[in-house]
Every structure is written in structure tokens, then in C-alpha cells.
């Protein structure tokens, strides 16, 4: 019989680990990776590429729920296939999944599928939200981190865009991206 290894993560710094780590050692876990991530996609994450590499034939990963380690059924899917293609299992403490089961798997799938939706649903809200502050006067974004003044003087100069990109230590493109909004302006 296999190892179990735990993985947990949380979205955000402010967010506690421990709830997680206390199920998954109540779930027989012998070593636990966390980390405080998004969970929206799965670049970024080393602790849960470590835990996937170090995993073997036989054994079993284990989180408290699906949505711990993935938010959108493509991720999901690729983290199952890799752990499958090795003979990994994946089970959750507080939802009927175990991939070393049909049934198992399915319900793996529908709960993606839903995580899915969530992230989706949670994303829309967030714009509709942004646009009615915006409409109001309150959300103005963020403050432009490049001095489109600056760029526009250096052009003046006589300066190409590769020189002032470099001048002001910024990308190429946004040095186009304020050439090409500039009224009247062209980008030669």
C-alpha cells in the first residue's frame, strides 16, 4: 500500500492553513504541502508540483476538498491525467471522491464542472461591481505605472521606441501601446 500525502492551500496571506492540516492528518496523511495561493490556475504553485513530482505508483494524494486544488476543469483535468498516468490516486476528505473508483472519478468531474462555474459566477460579479463603481465615480483602476508623458517627450527627442523602452526600463509595447493612443501620433 501507497503513502498519503496531504496538500492544502489558501487564497490569500490573511487566510488560516490549520483547519485544512488538522483533516488532513486525522485523514492519515504523512506529509503535508501547503501554500497560500490562488487557486485559479496552477502556475505558480511549487508546493503542489512538488507533491505531484514526488508522488509514486500506489499512493495517494489527498485534499480537504476539490476546489483546494483546482478552480477550473481544464486544470483539474490535467492534474488528474498526470497523477493517473503515474497510478496516483486522489481522494477528498469532505466530498465522495477517490479516483481509484468510477463513480469516484464522475463525481470528480461534476464537482469541477461546478468549481468551475463558481469562479465564473464570482468573476462576473466582480466586474459588475467594478462598472457600477466606475459609473459612480468611485473606482477610477489602478494608477497608469508608466509616464506616458515621458514616453511621448523622448519620441519628440527623436528617440525610437526600442531606445526609450529602454530608457525608462519598461516593455517595448507599452512604449507603442501610449505612441498608438496619443492623437495624431504615429508610431514609426
Known amino acids: 500500500m501507497g503513502h498519503l500525502y496531504g496538500y492544502a492551500r489558501v487564497s490569500s ?3 488560516s492553513l490549520d483547519v485544512q492540516h488538522a483533516a ?19 502556475e505558480g504553485r511549487p508546493e503542489l508540483q512538488t507533491l505531484i513530482d514526488f508522488a ?5 494524494i489527498v485534499v480537504t476538498r476539490i476546489d483546494r486544488l483546482a478552480r477550473s476543469i481544464a486544470d483539474l483535468a490535467g492534474i488528474v491525467q498526470v497523477l493517473e ?15 481509484s473508483s468510477a463513480a469516484g472519478r464522475a463525481f470528480l468531474q461534476m464537482l469541477g464542472v461546478f ?18 463603481a466606475k459609473e459612480a465615480g468611485v473606482y477610477k ?7 506616458a508623458a515621458k514616453v511621448l517627450e523622448l519620441k519628440a527627442d527623436g528617440l525610437g521606441p526600442s531606445a526609450i523602452a529602454k530608457q525608462l526600463s519598461i516593455g517595448r509595447a507599452s512604449v507603442y501601446r501610449v505612441l498608438q493612443s496619443d492623437v495624431g501620433q504615429t508610431v514609426e
Open 13 to 15: 496571506t490573511d487566510q
Open 24 to 42: 488532513l492528518t486525522l485523514a492519515g496523511c504523512s506529509i503535508i504541502r501547503s501554500e497560500k495561493k490562488s487557486g485559479t490556475t496552477t
Open 56 to 60: 509514486h505508483q500506489g499512493d495517494t
Open 85 to 99: 498516468a503515474k497510478g496516483v490516486a486522489l481522494k477528498a476528505t469532505e466530498q465522495p471522491i477517490d479516483t
Open 115 to 132: 468549481a468551475e462555474f463558481e469562479t465564473a459566477i464570482r468573476r462576473e460579479r466582480q466586474m459588475e461591481g467594478i462598472a457600477k
Open 141 to 147: 483602476g489602478r494608477p497608469p505605472s508608466i509616464d
